[in-house]
């Protein structure tokens, strides 16, 4: 639409099923590089896409005529059509159904940015359980426990 600016930065989070299909650092790289080319071709901006075996950020700039479910609900179900077309597992690749999703104001780019960067070390440290329940306080989010993502039995 002419006349229409905007600046929405948007980080979502979501995870493998279960989180036993672990996400193989062989191929980790690559599924992150197809996500970027993914949320892209729905017209939104990829700045930064990285993970750890059991769950995926995506930093992006959201298109304001598009929904984040919209972009993600693409993202999610032909990302995980290319693991199982690449064979990657003996078994049958899910993504957990639904995500988190965070908006930032452009001075808290470069934090967003090296946070995501940086989460192979970031979880050296911390657990993923810990790390997504820190995020809904801080930004404020009501939720049910039942249905945070749970840790593998």
Not at 79 to 102: A, D, M, T, V
Request: aromatic share 16%; hydrophobic share 35%.
């Amino acid at each position: 639409m002419a006349n229409t600016y905007s600046q929405l930065f948007i980080q979502t989070v979501f995870v493998v099923k279960y989180r036993q299909a672990l996400l193989a650092k062989d191929w980790r790289e690559k599924l992150m590089g197809v996500i970027g080319n993914l949320i892209n071709e729905t017209g939104c901006q990829t700045l930064i896409v990285n993970g750890v075996e059991d769950h995926v950020h995506c930093f992006f700039r959201l298109k304001p005529n598009l929904s984040v479910s919209e972009v993600m609900k693409s993202v999610k179900a032909r990302s995980s059509k290319w693991i199982n077309e690449q064979g990657f597992l003996p078994h049958r690749f899910e993504w957990q159904p639904g995500f988190g999703c965070f908006s930032y104001a452009r001075s808290q780019y470069e934090a967003v940015y090296n946070y995501i960067r940086n989460q192979e070390k970031h979880h050296q440290k911390r657990t993923f359980r810990s790390e997504y329940l820190d995020l809904l306080e801080k930004f404020g989010i009501d939720y049910d426990e039942q249905y945070v993502f749970q840790d593998p039995q």
